[in-house]
């Protein structure tokens, strides 16, 4: 069964550009999750999407956005690159809907660099 | 203060020791504790999750839950060099605001020396 995978791999942005990853979920998960990793901040939450509907958001800026497609796939948008989105984007999905996580299976994450 | 604390090492030990991971937490919603394992540029492996107080093993992996005091543990027994990786803890609340949110420590690097 195959996993999280997640397009591209790594990608360099310069400052202003805009930025848009992809991640297809695990067959049969229809929720997935988006986080950012960064060496002083950790592991944070971005957003949640669950049958195209975004049910819950991180406290990041509206520059984050996101959105989930009819077969579960969903592209997390960047726009306005700073230098402080230089980072791991990491998607996760679960098989659940219902509130509580569930098993959290993640991707092997879309490093940024922003110049 | 951060929601969840893990003492972030690093922490090193000879191969077969047994390796004990922590975290606490504040946010009494918590209910459900997860440990991940992150190899360098990779992503997050699920080793463990439970659900509420008590305890889970898996081969030479435990996790215990002690929602009383607020504290989770990972222990590795017979640690191997392949388990050299950043241990994560992770957990999460029940209900609609916990949709997919899970909220993480800082992560404990371990080294498994032969």
């Known amino acids: 069964k195959a996993g999280v995978t997640q397009t591209p791999r790594y990608l360099i942005k310069t400052r202003g550009q805009q930025v848009t990853l992809s991640c297809s979920p695990i067959s049969g998960h229809r929720s997935v999750s988006w986080y950012q990793q960064t060496p002083g901040q950790g592991l944070q939450f971005l957003f949640e999407?669950?049958?195209?509907?975004?049910?819950n958001k991180g406290n990041f800026p509206g520059r984050f956005s996101g959105r989930q497609f009819s077969n579960s796939r969903s592209e997390m948008n960047v726009s306005t690159l700073e230098l402080g989105d230089s980072a791991l984007y990491l998607c996760?999905?679960?098989?659940?809907?219902?509130?509580?996580?569930?098993?959290?299976?993640f991707g092997e994450g879309s490093r940024l660099t922003v110049l | 203060q951060k929601e969840v604390e893990q003492d972030p090492g690093p922490l090193s030990v000879p191969e077969g020791a047994i390796v004990s991971l922590n975290c606490t937490y504040s946010n009494s919603a918590f209910q459900y504790f997860m440990w991940y394992r992150q190899y360098s540029r990779k992503g997050p492996e699920l080793l463990m999750y439970?659900?509420?107080?008590g305890n889970k093993e898996d081969g030479r992996f435990t996790a215990q839950v002690d929602k009383s005091s607020k504290y989770i543990s990972l222990f590795i027994r017979d640690s191997q060099p392949s388990d050299s990786a950043t241990y994560l803890c992770a957990m999460s609340a029940a209900g609609g605001t916990s949709y997919g949110k899970l909220t993480f420590g800082q992560g404990t690097i371990l080294t498994v020396h032969p």
């Open positions: 439970t659900y509420s107080s």
């Open positions: 996760a999905s679960r098989l659940a809907g219902q509130g509580g996580s569930g098993e959290l299976f």
């Open positions: 999407y669950f049958s195209e509907t975004q049910r």
